[in-house]
C-alpha cells in the first residue's frame, strides 16, 4: 500500500531536517574552532597590541552612600574583540553563532578587572546573565550583566549642598599597554534610575595611561556626577535650628528678672541643636568639616550669646537703666546677625547648586524618565 503525505507535513519534515542540519553545522564549528585553539594566549601574541571595545549600559544604581564612601551599579558590561583563529568564514555558516557562558571559559577573554571595586556579583538566575556571540571573521562579542560596587572619594565639605564625581576604572590586570589596548564604544544610563539621596547630573567616559611600577596599562573611566537632594536636611535639620535659634532669641523679650525661665527657654535652643547635630554626624559621618555643622556651630554661639545677655542684664540689676540699654543694644544685633547669616548660608547654597563639579566638561546630560 503506498502512502500518501500531505505537502503541509513535507514541508514541515524540510524545516525540521534544516533546522537539524544547521545545529549540526554549528556544534561541528564550534567544536573545529577550539581543535588547536589554546586559550592562554592572546590574539596576535607578539604581532601587535590586540583592541578591546568596551559598551556599558547601566541599568541601576541601588545604592549611593556618602557614609560607606561607595556606590554600586547593576550593567551590561559587553567587550568587543577579534580574533582569527575562532573566524569559521569558509562557507559553512554565514551567520553569527551565539554560545553560552560555559564557552567563555574554553577561549581566550581579556583579564579586565575593575581597579576601584570593592565587591562585584555575577548574575546567575534564573541562569547565568552571560553569552558568547562569534561573527564569521572572528570578532568576539562576550555580553555580562554584573553589580558592582565601587569606591567613591566624595567631598563632603559642601553637605547637604554638595556635588560628588564618582568613576569606575578598568584595565588589564596582567597585559600593558603593547599587549591591549581598551577603548570606549558606548556607554549610556538607563533614564528610569532614581535615588533617595542624588540627582544623577550627567557623566561622560575617559581613556587613560597608567603608569604603575609593573609598567604602563590602557585604563577606561567612567565618571558618573552627582547632585545631592538637600531638601530633606533644610525641611528636617537646617529649618527646626533656625526655629530653635528664634526661640531662644525671643528670651530677649521676656522679663529681666526671671532669669530661671530665659535659661530654660535657651536651654531647649542649644540642646536641639545639639541633637540635630549629632543625628547628622551619625547618617553622615566625615572626617572634614560640613557646611551644615558650620550652621550648627554658628546657630550654637548665636544661642550662647543669648544666654550670656542673658547673665549680664540680670548681673547689671533687672530694670535698671544700664541693664535696658544693653537688652536693646543685644536684641538689634542679634536680630541683625541672625538674618545676615541666613542670607549668607542661602547664597552660599545657590553658588555651590548652580555649579557644576570639576571635571565634568564635555559630558552627557543625564535626562531623567519622569
Partial sequence: MKAHFSPTFLVLLGLLSLGLSERI????????????????????????PLTVNVSLYVLDMPKISSRDKEYTLMMFFRQFWKDERLAYADG????????????????????????????????????????????????????????????????????????????????????????????????DISSHIHSEDFAIIGFKNVTEEAHLSTGSYSRLVMKIFF??????????????????????MMSMWMDRDNIIARLGLILVGIMGVMCSSTIVQVLHPASETKAIDV????????????????????????????????????????????????????????????????????MVLFVPNK
Fill in 25 to 48: 553545522k554549528v556544534s561541528e564549528t564550534l567544536d573545529r574552532l577550539l581543535a588547536d585553539y589554546d586559550p592562554r594566549v592572546r590574539p596576535n601574541y607578539q604581532v601587535e
Fill in 92 to 187: 559553512s555558516l554565514q551567520e553569527n553563532i551565539v554560545a553560552s557562558s560555559g564557552y567563555s571559559e574554553k577561549i581566550w577573554v581579556p583579564d579586565t578587572f575593575f581597579v576601584n571595586e570593592r565587591k562585584a556579583t555575577f548574575h546567575h538566575i534564573p541562569s547565568p546573565n552571560e553569552f558568547i556571540r562569534i561573527e564569521p571573521d572572528g570578532r568576539i562579542l562576550r555580553s555580562v550583566r554584573i553589580s558592582v560596587t565601587l569606591t567613591c572619594n566624595m567631598d563632603m565639605s559642601g553637605f547637604p549642598f554638595d556635588s560628588q564625581t564618582c568613576s569606575m576604572e578598568m584595565e588589564s590586570y596582567g597585559a600593558q599597554m603593547k599587549d591591549i589596548k581598551y577603548d570606549w564604544q558606548a556607554l
Fill in 227 to 248: 547632585e545631592r537632594k538637600s531638601g530633606y536636611y533644610v525641611t528636617v535639620f537646617m529649618i527646626p535650628v533656625a526655629m530653635l535659634t528664634i526661640l531662644a
Fill in 295 to 362: 550652621y550648627f556651630g554658628i546657630s550654637v554661639t548665636m544661642i550662647f550669646f543669648v544666654a550670656l545677655e542673658a547673665v549680664i542684664v540680670t548681673k547689671k540689676g533687672g530694670k535698671t537703666q544700664s541693664g535696658s540699654y544693653i537688652e536693646s543694644i543685644a536684641r538689634l544685633a542679634m536680630i541683625t546677625a541672625f538674618v545676615l547669616f541666613q542670607v549668607v548660608i542661602f547664597i552660599y547654597a545657590m553658588v555651590l547648586k548652580m555649579g557644576y563639579p570639576d571635571g565634568s566638561e564635555d
